[in-house]
């Protein structure tokens, strides 16, 4: 059998570059986890329904393996190794989710907050079905979702406190 | 004073990896080892069929293959079946898959092949270039085809029957034939699956500088891997590690061990000199993993005036696959725990397990329990029916009184001990669940919903679980030198919460800070004695068995104190990591007594000077007592006589769309009896999780089979699992805590609670807003629809 040629590919990932070489049809969620070594993107299906292995793609969210590595050159990817403060401190999602409970085996978790984090910019003040709907695309098996929904509202709380502290600040 | 942590909502301390994408997953080992290998499996696309010839000749043509194995490649215990773990005197014709197929396949998804290359890609490639001759032979697909047995799925096997099993309490059928009231009932419950939202994966490095190998496994039990590869590789025990990393959720199939890959990893490893790893992907774990729940049951019951159970006759059929590897756990379990909270005067269940060509049947989250409730369930809901009473009326009358405990039900469990009661008050939780779902309240609700147009149901179903299963876990309790605790136990975590709520028993138990307790789970290196996570077992056992060797460190830590401090034991107290002599300032860290409680020759730090044999010691004696260790630690088991029995009721309103059929969930409420509860936070999860495993397996997900065996839904898109839009928006949770005298914590397992009821709740909620008998689980908006067609000509039945 013939070679597999390889591609030269410069991903940016939560603000680092990352050089890889990888054949046409490695999937992106396959070149973040083992090329890039960001192994915090799951991958739950490999067909795009359950969510687990969502990133932000431009800050849209994008279920990395419905995506190749060879099509995100050009992009700004974020992946939940991305989402913590510049501090090291959880961001309000992550925070959220530790408050509520959102998470149990951590599995989806990392589809969830990369989600929840573009949803709450397209939709900083959401009602609970509002939330519920923000993250109607992503399957988890263990929390049974409520603690999740709350967490979507615990995160937009935390968000306002941020904001009226630095306002007063 | 430390706060008390045993029964606090305390945050967990896993989430911090998780949520900052920190976890590690088997599929996340060994991503910078450069020599990493990847694995792919050739799967039977065939439900039955004769094995003719295999021809790999075209795979080490592909650039990046390393190698191939098929079962002619495999010799000793590798070429023999994989284990039948649990062998049981009724399983007459136990049968078991080889690691890779031998001569025939059974089901759609079987090994026959398994192909190493340099990334998964590759290995994929060469699988596809795998050539196989098949001769097709009939495939025998659900449980209707296995009973008439006009075709066998092995040879060797009479009738498709696996096993049958009897067990009677009194005489059910003379009770009820002298029974003033008696009632038949047909009830079936479909395939389903665990489908945790990580596959199964295993990686393996074999060290030659050490003879050692190094298994990570996606399992619920590390132990159990050990032990099959130890075994199948003809390694010695002590050359075998297992750890198990974090795992992506597990529900009851990763229980089942080994898998055919579990075996292959290493074997790869050791025979390339390099680490392999297998990853499965989504339609692997529909088609090649475990199922569960299919039964079909039949029942007639004879009961009095008031709707007493006089007798019960049970009989069932369960389907259990292509092969019998966890033996007859499943419905062993349906058998014993139908009974439920319940007290039949006269009890016969009888059973019959049947091979069928499709994937295997281990224990899924409830294993048999979600049937068995549903049966149980049913028959009350029949039963109230027939007498015009309110179905928790009948339901009080059949209830074990809280002061018959301990009961005995006079049958054999799933463990093998007697099926006894240990405690419960299921009359205090029925108040609870009325009270919380406005059970009194509900037909003035349904007159108001019929007024417009709206139809609505309410139902209740009780269950009984019996967790916390022997035999054994222990755990080792370790004070370092800087106070810091570390402490293993040796089964496994799929999402539980195990570092916390197990840190919350040391804290309190020791005396010492949660923050400076650290758990480690199912790492064969840190404790080899474990059984695994199942049952909902680790709580009742490892959480026993680290406050007991807890308690040991505590009483080590007293005892070198007491000296240290010339106080008597009797006087010290531990409180945030530090000894102290009650009512003066006098006291010492655990830290120095950890220092002190191992004599040194060499010191290394500051600390340890304090223990070198100048320091400390009388010069007359040993330095290590001839009756003691070094080390400040203790290790302890538990192992109990028999299972702690937690309970509990879940009652739904649902309302059901008058033209599409479509299910509505309005109000969920759940009373859960599971003893002490050690994390509340932990244990509402739990439930939540289980009751939307629950509304999956009562109204969406189902094995979509057809006749020749293939599986039509083996995807997220086709398998239905309820997103956040499909679960109940809330769900009203009350506790009742009736501790277990069976442990020293009184706590009784939590895990499985929430899904058991749901196919018996949801069934009597359609049920009572429809007006006709539901008695096949699960149903959809077209099933409902269909029977309400069928059901159009019958009068309305008065309730």
């Given at each position: 059998?013939?070679?597999?040629?390889?591609?030269?590919?410069?991903?940016?990932?939560?603000?680092?570059?990352?050089?890889?070489?990888?054949?046409?049809?490695?999937?992106?969620?396959?070149?973040?986890?083992?090329?890039?070594?960001?192994?915090?993107?799951?991958?739950?299906?490999?067909?795009?329904?359950?969510?687990?292995?969502?990133?932000?793609?431009?800050?849209?969210?994008?279920?990395?393996?419905?995506?190749?590595?060879?099509?995100?050159?050009?992009?700004?990817?974020?992946?939940?190794?991305?989402?913590?403060?510049?501090?090291?401190?959880?961001?309000?999602?992550?925070?959220?989710?530790?408050?509520?409970?959102?998470?149990?085996?951590?599995?989806?978790?990392?589809?969830?907050?990369?989600?929840?984090?573009?949803?709450?910019?397209?939709?900083p003040d959401p009602t609970e079905d509002e939330a519920r709907e923000m993250i109607a695309g992503n399957l988890c098996r263990c929390t049974g979702y409520q603690n999740i929904v709350k967490s979507v509202l615990r995160a937009r709380e935390i968000q306002a406190e941020i904001q009226g502290e630095r306002s007063r600040s | 004073m430390t706060t008390k942590m045993f029964g606090a909502k305390v945050p967990r301390v896993e989430d911090q990896r998780f949520l900052r994408g920190q976890g590690r997953y088997v599929d996340d080992l060994l991503t910078d080892d450069p020599r990493l290998l990847h694995s792919a499996v050739l799967r039977s696309p065939h439900a039955h069929a004769r094995i003719v010839d295999i021809d790999v000749s075209d795979v080490l043509d592909v650039e990046g293959v390393v190698a191939v194995w098929t079962w002619d490649d495999l010799t000793g215990p590798m070429a023999e079946p994989l284990p039948l773990?649990?062998?049981?005197?009724?399983?007459?014709?136990?049968?078991?898959?080889?690691?890779?197929?031998?001569?025939?396949?059974?089901?759609?998804?079987?090994?026959?092949?398994?192909?190493?290359?340099?990334?998964?890609?590759?290995?994929?490639?060469?699988?596809?270039?795998?050539?196989?001759?098949y001769e097709y032979l009939e495939p025998v697909v659900g449980i209707p085809a296995a009973r008439a047995a006009k075709h066998a799925v092995h040879a060797d096997v009479p009738d498709n029957v696996g096993a049958r099993m009897e067990q009677e309490n009194g005489d059910a059928r003379a009770a009820i034939a002298a029974a003033p009231h008696v009632l038949t009932l047909d009830l079936d419950v479909e395939r389903s699956a665990c489908t945790p939202m990580e596959g199964r994966g295993t990686v393996a490095r074999w060290d030659p500088d050490t003879s050692r190998?190094?298994?990570?496994?996606?399992?619920?039990?590390?132990?159990?891997?050990?032990?099959?590869?130890?075994?199948?590789?003809?390694?010695?025990?002590?050359?075998?590690?297992?750890?198990?990393?974090?795992?992506?959720?597990?529900?009851?199939?990763?229980?089942?061990?080994?898998?055919?890959?579990?075996?292959?990893?290493?074997?790869?490893?050791?025979?390339?000199?390099?680490?392999?790893?297998?990853?499965?992907?989504?339609?692997?774990?529909?088609?090649?993993?475990?199922?569960?729940?299919?039964?079909?049951?039949?029942?007639?019951?004879?009961?009095?005036?008031?709707?007493?159970?006089?007798?019960?006759?049970?009989?069932?059929?369960?389907?259990?696959?292509?092969?019998?590897?966890?033996?007859?756990?499943?419905?062993?379990?349906?058998?014993?725990?139908?009974?439920?909270?319940?007290?039949?005067?006269?009890?016969?269940?009888?059973?019959?397990?049947?091979?069928?060509?499709?994937?295997?049947?281990?224990?899924?989250?409830?294993?048999?329990?979600?049937?068995?409730?549903f049966v149980m369930e049913r028959t009350m809901d029949a039963i109230s029916t027939y007498l015009g009473k309110d179905r928790t009326e009948v339901r009080a009358t059949n209830f074990i009184q809280p002061d018959e405990f301990p009961y005995e039900h006079g049958l054999v469990f799933q463990d093998g001990r007697e099926l006894t009661y240990d405690s419960g008050d299921y009359p205090a939780s029925l108040v609870k669940l009325k009270e919380l779902v406005g059970w009194d309240e509900f037909e003035e609700f349904r007159a108001e919903m019929a007024a417009q147009g709206r139809k609505v149901g309410i139902g209740l179903a009780c269950y009984v679980e019996g967790t916390g299963v022997g035999p054994y876990e222990g755990a080792h309790v370790h004070i370092e030198t800087s106070g810091r605790v570390k402490v293993a136990t040796g089964l496994t975590t799929q999402g539980q919460g195990h570092q916390t709520a197990f840190a919350q028993i040391v804290a309190d138990t020791l005396g010492v800070r949660f923050e400076d307790v650290e758990i480690t789970t199912g790492d064969t290196r840190r404790m080899p004695y474990a059984v695994g996570t199942f049952a909902s077992r680790a709580a009742v056992m490892s959480g026993s068995a680290i406050h007991l060797a807890a308690l040991r460190a505590k009483e080590k830590a007293l005892r070198i104190a007491a000296e240290a401090l010339e106080a008597s034991e009797d006087d010290l107290e531990i409180a945030d990591g530090v000894v102290s002599v009650r009512g003066t300032d006098a006291s010492i860290d655990l830290g120095t007594v950890a220092v002190l409680s191992n004599p040194l020759r060499y010191a290394f730090d500051e600390a340890s000077k304090a223990a070198t044999q100048f320091s400390i010691g009388d010069p007359g004696k040993p330095p290590v007592a001839e009756d003691d260790e070094p080390g400040l630690e203790g290790k302890d088991f538990y192992s109990p006589p028999r299972s702690t029995f937690a309970n509990g009721m879940h009652a739904v309103i649902v309302e059901t769309d008058p033209d599409t059929a479509e299910i509505r969930i309005l109000k969920y409420a759940v009373v859960h009896d599971c003893g002490n509860l050690i994390n509340p936070m932990i244990v509402e999860g739990q439930i939540h999780g289980g009751v939307a495993q629950g509304v999956g397996g009562a109204l969406y997900e189902r094995m979509a089979y057809d006749e020749s065996g293939q599986l039509l839904n083996a995807s997220f898109m086709d398998f239905l699992m309820p997103y956040a839009t499909e679960v109940p928006t809330s769900i009203d949770i009350d506790h009742l805590e009736t501790p277990s005298p069976l442990n020293p914590l009184g706590i009784k397992g939590a895990g499985e609670a929430g899904v058991i009821p749901s196919a018996a709740v949801f069934a009597a909620a359609i049920e009572d807003a429809e007006g006709f008998p539901i008695t096949s689980m699960p149903i959809s908006p077209s099933e409902l629809f269909e029977l309400r067609l069928a059901h159009a000509d019958e009068p309305h039945p008065t309730v």
């Open positions: 059998m013939t070679t597999e040629q390889l591609h030269e590919v410069r991903l940016h990932v939560n603000g680092s570059v990352h050089e890889v070489r990888v054949p046409a049809r490695r999937l992106l969620s396959d070149a973040l986890r083992h090329d890039c070594g960001l192994t915090g993107t799951h991958v739950g299906c490999e067909h795009g329904v359950c969510g687990a292995c969502t990133v932000l793609v431009d800050g849209a969210p994008m279920r990395s393996c419905l995506m190749l590595a060879v099509s995100a050159v050009d992009a700004e990817i974020t992946t939940v190794e991305g989402l913590t403060e510049e501090d090291g401190s959880l961001s309000p999602v992550q925070q959220a989710f530790s408050d509520c409970h959102g998470l149990q085996c951590g599995f989806c978790t990392p589809g969830f907050l990369t989600t929840i984090t573009a949803g709450l910019r397209e939709t | 773990l649990i062998p049981h005197p009724a399983l007459t014709h136990g049968r078991t898959q080889y690691a890779l197929a031998k001569d025939e396949v059974n089901y759609v998804g079987e090994a026959i092949a398994f192909v190493v290359a340099v990334d998964r890609y590759v290995a994929e490639d060469a699988v596809s270039r795998i050539r196989v001759d190998l190094t298994v990570w496994s996606s399992t619920q039990t590390s132990t159990g891997v050990r032990g099959c590869v130890a075994a199948k590789l003809g390694l010695d025990l002590a050359k075998v590690d297992v750890v198990t990393p974090d795992v992506g959720g597990g529900f009851g199939v990763k229980i089942n061990h080994p898998w055919p890959e579990e075996l292959l990893v290493p074997l790869a490893a050791m025979t390339l000199g390099r680490p392999v790893k297998f990853t499965e992907d989504r339609r692997e774990h529909f088609i090649s993993s475990a199922h569960e729940r299919a039964q079909h049951h039949h029942v007639e019951v004879g009961f009095d005036d008031d709707g007493r159970v006089l007798g019960l006759d049970v009989e069932f059929w369960h389907d259990h696959g292509a092969y019998t590897p966890y033996g007859l756990i499943v419905p062993i379990i349906t058998s014993t725990q139908l009974l439920g909270p319940y007290k039949p005067a006269n009890y016969r269940v009888a059973f019959e397990s049947l091979y069928t060509n499709t994937v295997i049947v281990t224990p899924y989250r409830g294993a048999g329990r979600p049937q068995g409730c």
